[in-house]
């Protein structure tokens, strides 16, 4: 006999054509994000104590998973900042990029923690490296014994204001971005922004684009940072090398970041699809695949926020002035507004047909109010998208000329 009662009264409605049962639980998730700079400085106890639920001690042991690049520059550097404190590691370099951000590299992390024979509540594995690191590494911990915790390092711009902050992991899959992958919170991530002193502008601008995401759609106070401060700050790579490009950047990350988690954490794993942080990200997945690899991601998804601002200003939801702030903005933080991809409007409605499959048969796209405000709308038409494409591709010319030193267009 059962002792249990929860599912009598299901039980019971069902006894007609035989016993049923719903079961409903709710997972509770916690993960924290802790700023510290210079965290392999032997006398930083960040990662040991930092975070309450991965207390890192003495004689302890760890596997390391590190984007190769990020090896070659630091990995000294963090090899000697365990062994000071007495932590073995096991290190894995793996090439971390988007053309290898396929499923054979989450294989190899996997084998990586197998053969570490790792104990799966008490030993996370420690990712260090981009965006695309991180989300192989989450997603080898959340499928390695159905869930493995683990901690990540982001060392470039995107991975500290987006991938490693949030909950998804994943790999590319065929043409799909991102197609295949789980929601899985790391139990940590640490935030070092020292590591950005290395990374190419490109890098530091790719990761300005999805800051600039969130600006567009929640903060005109952010976006008028960026405005005001997004170039020097992205010349400095966010080092903070005066006062003021200091207070600039701890601003225009603490602000990026904090807007993020307010819209993740009451959908963190996506129940609700009208998702204002999937701005830029209804094009991008298959302009930026389409495009491998010549557009990173940010790249593919300012150049989906360009076409959308046009959209909004044909649509009256944008003004004029407005939009020629945005496209301004865009360009002084070294970001292309164009790309010839944009040409084809077949792929524009491919496109936007796979992202009405990925958001449950609707379109649910995000699109700009002003600067800072968005509303959410279903009726984008072929023609209206090709409207857009024009008049973007007029602006992007006419700014080219007005500024041929800077790299506007990328096609
Ligand atoms: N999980 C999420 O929620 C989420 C959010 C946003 C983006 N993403 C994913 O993130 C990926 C993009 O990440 P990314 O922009 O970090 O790219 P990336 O991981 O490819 O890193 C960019 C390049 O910089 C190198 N690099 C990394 N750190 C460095 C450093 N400190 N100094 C010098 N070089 C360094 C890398 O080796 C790589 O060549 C995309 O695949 C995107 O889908 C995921
Ligand atoms: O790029 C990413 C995640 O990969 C983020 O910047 C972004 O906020 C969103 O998660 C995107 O909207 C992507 O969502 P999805 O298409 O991977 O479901
Ligand atoms: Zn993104």
Request: hydrophobic residues 45%.
């Amino acid at each position: 006999m059962h002792s249990g009662t929860q599912f009598t009264q299901g039980l019971r409605l069902a006894m007609d054509n035989g016993p049923a049962w719903t079961v409903e639980a709710v997972r509770q998730v916690r993960y924290h994000v802790v700023s510290s700079d210079h965290l392999f400085s032997p006398d930083n106890t960040t990662l040991l104590t930092g975070c309450p639920d991965a207390p890192l001690r003495a004689g302890e042991r760890r596997l390391v998973v590190i984007d190769e690049n990020v090896d070659a520059l630091y990995g000294a550097r963090i090899r000697a900042f365990f062994d000071h404190h007495d932590i073995a590691v096991t290190v894995l370099a793996l090439r971390a990029d988007e053309t290898v951000k396929q499923f054979d590299a989450v294989s190899r992390v996997v084998d990586a923690m197998n053969d570490f024979g790792i104990d799966r509540r008490r030993e996370p594995v420690i990712a260090i490296g981009g965006g695309v690191l991180t989300d192989i590494v989450g997603f080898a911990a959340s499928l390695y014994r159905r869930g493995t915790p683990y901690i990540r390092i982001p060392t470039t711009l995107i991975g500290l204001v987006d991938a490693g902050v949030g909950v998804k992991t994943g790999v590319n899959y065929d043409t799909g971005k991102n197609r295949l992958g789980t929601y899985a919170a790391a139990t940590a991530t640490f935030l070092d922004r020292s590591f950005l002193r290395s990374l190419d502008l490109r890098h530091i601008s790719n990761g300005l684009a999805e800051i600039l995401k969130m600006a567009l759609i929640r903060s005109e106070e952010l976006f008028e940072l960026l405005e005001r401060s997004g170039p020097e700050v992205r010349a400095d790579r966010f080092q903070g090398s005066t006062g003021e490009l200091a207070r600039a950047a701890d601003a225009i990350v603490a602000e990026s970041i904090h807007l993020m988690l307010e819209e993740l954490q009451p959908n963190l794993w996506e129940s609700a699809l009208e998702r204002c942080v999937d701005y830029g990200h209804t094009f991008s997945p298959t302009i930026e695949m389409h495009a491998l690899p010549e557009l990173l991601h940010g790249e593919a998804v300012v150049i989906d926020m360009a076409l959308t601002t046009a959209l909004g200003l044909l649509r009256g939801d944008v003004g004029q002035e407005q939009a020629d702030r945005i496209f301004s903005v865009i360009r002084a933080l070294g970001l292309p507004l164009w790309n010839d991809v944009l040409d084809d409007p077949s792929l524009l409605e491919a496109a936007l047909r796979d992202t009405v499959r990925h958001r449950d048969g609707r379109q649910r796209l995000p699109l700009p109010v002003g600067i800072g405000r968005h509303r959410f709308v279903n009726d984008v038409e072929p023609a209206e998208l090709r409207a857009a494409a024009q008049l973007l591709r007029r602006r992007a010319e006419d700014m080219t000329q007005d500024a041929p030193a800077e790299a506007l267009v990328s096609a």
